[in-house]
């Protein structure tokens, strides 16, 4: 087949396909989403959103215990939440090839930690892939088919923001035809992980590891790949990428299969060199193995453990000296912070629990942006799901009328995902919280996925749609409201009443997100300022809309200004000016 540019994501979805997958499941998270994106492109392939990522792995394992080959994917603190199904599928191995597509975030550019799911792949004893460009993506994923079925065990394929959304020539193969022996097979000893039956599989884990070790020395994706100077390297991912560019005389072992590490290969390789660099992003996991053999490397001693690595950043570690940038210019840049868009229904939300000098335990989300100023009104954020147990646990420790400011927020999505046992929690030992689902009727943040909560699935087709009042209702909790957002006199009320209940309380604000894909959207024309109007009490520019800006040199102390591009027509604006400045413009 001809070549073509993919990015990682693009390209591991290609893998997937060639390999013959016939299931696929994830929820979405940056920067991993784009894979089932693609992957839906493919119709030989059933593709899905999951709830959260335990569920989706649990899917992909159910699909392997029933002979298909099935591609599981989602994001670095993902893996968290699959955590408890993985560690035991390690025992149990598969039947089908299982392949999870893990993808980390160095330099936190969309989450909030920076954790290396290398150690996940030491801690739950699975092998781990690495590509370090598209092409590789592609194999790679296909040959974590193979090696999961030749070895008996779920493989991991590690990627990172820039190996996901980089683009790079790939070269597409002809895909095999999906397993025909698909069925039950009952087979208790292996798929029953009873303790008696575990404590022999843990040997099972113990020697193919052992097995691979040694086989990996001996195949291609683990490479050495001679230089002209005295120096070695050994890296892996997207940090060969900078090793090549920034050593490019250095002898390079690049190592495809991160874990287990081809031990034999790597002291034949460090035997030639007294100098010795491993260059990895984020944590020594290379390094420390690799002194855990008795060999000299420089490692997190000279390169950064923190954040993604550049090639100025390996350069500079290695020299000292800075790199020269590959463009320079001479203005300075204003600060751009991010910002809810023009007409984010969440925004009247997080001004009226400003106003409130409500305690806010927030969640993960494109409403995690209420802690940005101007808004302010945010003031915790741990994982998926955490707001409402948060809420809980501080509730628990407070005097009476402190416990009224703690409110939960959180979104439609991350709700279902893992805020439902939260809520179950709180109701069932008597906490007395308030709890706001923003819903705007979509996973707003990672780029507007379904969820079991729009009632459309991956493929677009209409489903089941989950009735959230409905679901707090049967988890035992007594007082519902829905409310538009737009609305903020009637909003801040609501919520003002609602922290003054001495008992769990919800609070539904449903109105759609302004880029929602379908066309649910009431569109209205722009607004305007009128300067004759407007009194320069920048009560608006509270609002932190991106569509509202100051106009320093227009009358004695300046004015507001609407940008007509920018605004949705939202409104809220309007109900926050007290004089009345806002109008609608005409002929739009």
């Not at 959260?52 to 029933?66: H, P, Q, R």
């Amino acid at each position: 087949m001809e070549k073509t540019i993919l990015s990682g994501n693009e390209a591991i979805a290609r893998g997937a396909f060639e390999a013959g997958v016939m299931v696929a499941s994830a929820y979405p998270g940056t920067p991993s989403t784009e894979i089932l994106e693609n992957i839906v492109h493919y119709p030989s392939i059933d593709a899905s959103w999951a709830p959260n990522e335990k569920v989706s792995l649990e899917v992909g394992i159910g699909a392997s215990f029933g002979g298909a080959r099935a591609l599981v994917t989602m994001k670095h603190v993902g893996v968290n939440v699959a955590a408890d199904p993985l560690f035991t599928l390690s025992y149990t191995g598969v039947r089908g090839g299982l392949v999870l597509v893990v993808a980390d975030d160095p330099e936190l550019h969309s989450s909030q930690n920076e954790q290396d799911s290398r150690n996940y792949a030491r801690f739950a004893k699975v092998p781990m892939l690495e590509p370090s460009d598209s092409e590789e993506a592609r194999a790679y994923t296909r040959l974590g088919f193979e090696l999961s079925e030749q070895f008996d065990t779920p493989v991991f394929l590690r990627s990172t923001t820039r190996i996901s959304h980089s683009k790079s020539i790939v070269f597409p193969q002809e895909p095999l035809s999906p397993s025909t022996e698909t069925g039950l097979v009952k087979d208790p000893a292996k798929f029953v992980m009873l303790p008696g039956n575990a404590r022999k599989r843990h040997y099972d884990v113990e020697a193919r590891l052992e097995k691979m070790a040694e086989w990996a020395c001996d195949q291609p994706f683990n490479r050495i790949e001679e230089g002209t100077s005295d120096i070695g390297v050994i890296t892996s991912g997207i940090s060969y990428q900078y090793a090549k560019e920034v050593l490019p005389e250095a002898h390079i072992l690049k190592l495809g299969l991160v874990h287990p590490l081809p031990k034999r290969l790597i002291r034949e390789f460090a035997e030639r060199f007294e100098w010795l660099y491993v260059i990895e992003e984020l944590d020594p996991i290379i390094e420390e193995q690799v002194r855990a053999m008795g060999i000299a490397v420089k490692g997190k001693d000279t390169f950064p453990i923190c954040g993604e690595l550049t090639p100025g950043r390996v350069a500079k570690a290695i020299s000292g000296k800075e790199a020269s940038p590959a463009f320079s210019h001479d203005e300075v840049l204003p600060n751009r912070p991010p910002s809810m868009c023009p007409g984010c229904p969440h925004r009247g939300v997080f001004f009226g629990l400003n106003r409130l000098k409500a305690f806010v335990t927030g969640d993960i989300g494109c409403y995690t942006l209420g802690f940005m100023p101007p808004l302010s009104a945010m003031d915790t954020c741990v994982c998926m799901g955490a707001s409402i147990g948060n809420a809980t646990g501080i509730s628990k420790v407070l005097p009476p009328e402190e416990r009224k400011r703690v409110v939960a927020v959180i979104g439609d999505s991350t709700f279902l995902h893992t805020g439902i046992n939260g809520l179950m929690d709180m109701v069932y030992n008597d906490s007395t919280a308030t709890v706001i689902i923003l819903d705007n009727s979509t996973t707003g943040m990672t780029g507007r996925q379904d969820h079991p909560g729009t009632g459309y699935t991956l493929g677009g087709e209409k489903s089941y749609q989950v009735d959230l009042e409905g679901l707090c209702r049967s988890v035992g909790v007594k007082h519902i409201h829905t409310i538009d957002p737009y609305d903020l006199d009637e909003t801040r009320d609501l919520i003002r009443r609602e922290m003054e209940r001495p008992e769990v309380s919800v609070i539904i604000t449903r109105r759609a997100c302004m880029l929602h894909k379908r066309d649910i959207l009431e569109r209205k024309p722009p607004l305007f300022v009128d300067p004759d109007k407007c009194t320069a009490c920048k009560a608006c520019l509270r609002l932190g809309c991106p569509a509202i800006s100051w106009e320093p040199e227009a009358g004695e102390k300046g004015k507001a200004q609407v940008n007509r591009l920018l605004c949705v027509g939202c409104g809220v604006c309007e109900k926050v000016c007290k004089f009345g400045a806002f109008g609608v413009c005409d002929g739009e």
